[in-house]
């Protein structure tokens, strides 16, 4: 496991998300109320950007704007259809002031 530089953590403001590429897969890092959270940046139903999607900083979902599933930015689990299937969620690190993804 590594870990990989996404920004400093003054980057991003609650409710707001970013597309990072890392390695050959795209992150999207949101910043919530209780910190920063990070999943892969494609939906679980289609081929589509979360990173396009709503933040619901309260609540720490995602909102999908091509059909309106939320996701849980928790646990990448769905919170509304027409989604079923979790999307992947990275542990994420911060250190010194800069946000850090870790992946295999
Ligand atoms: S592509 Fe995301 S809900 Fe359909």
Known sequence: MSQLRLCSSDELEVGSVRRFEVGDQAVALV?????????????????????EGEVEPELCEIECLRHGSTFSLVDGEPQSLP??????????????????????
Do not use: M, W
């Not at 919530?32 to 979360?50: K, T």
């Not at 989604?83 to 800069?98: C, E, M, S």
């Open 31 to 51: 910043r919530c109320g209780d910190g920063f959270h990070a999943v892969i940046d494609n939906c679980s139903h289609e081929d589509y950007p979360l990173s």
């Open 83 to 104: 989604a079923t299937q979790p999307v992947k969620v990275f542990t994420v690190v911060l250190k010194d002031g800069d946000v850090f993804v870790e992946v295999p």
